[in-house]
């Protein structure tokens, strides 16, 4: 079983910066992609950030040019760098990590618990 614990969400104020953490920890062969997600009230999760095992990035079109993810391979964690951040940014954050495990090697996505960022005008 793997588990996926998050931290850095809060209330910040239209321009600043906040960082997500998300650590997995438990039986792991391997992780391939990282990703956050968000959903907002009322609205859909949607990706906002992903990266690949090889470091490859991608972004949401409403996030480029003011996130970074990255990932730390030796400690299972993966980043969510937000700056310039803007009231339509309030929203739970999620991470999302494909896993290879043990016994069998197969591999399946988990979700971090989730953490609230809010971003006042």
């Known amino acids: 079983q793997v588990q996926l614990v998050e931290s850095g969400g809060g209330l910040v104020q239209a321009g600043g910066s906040l960082r997500l953490s998300c650590a997995a920890s438990?039986?792991?062969?391997?992780?391939?992609?990282m990703s956050w997600f968000r959903q907002a009230p009322g609205k859909q999760r949607e990706l906002v950030a992903r990266?690949?095992?090889?470091?490859?990035?991608n972004y949401a079109d409403s996030v480029k040019g003011r996130f970074a993810i990255s990932r730390d391979n030796a400690k299972n964690t993966v980043y969510l760098q937000m700056s310039s951040l803007k009231p339509e940014d309030t929203a739970v954050y999620y991470c999302n990590v494909a896993a290879t495990t043990p016994p069998h090697g197969f591999t399946y996505e988990y979700w971090g618990q989730g953490t609230q960022v809010t971003v006042s005008s």
């Open positions: 990266i690949t095992g090889g470091g490859t990035t």
């Open positions: 438990g039986s792991i062969f391997s992780i391939n992609g």
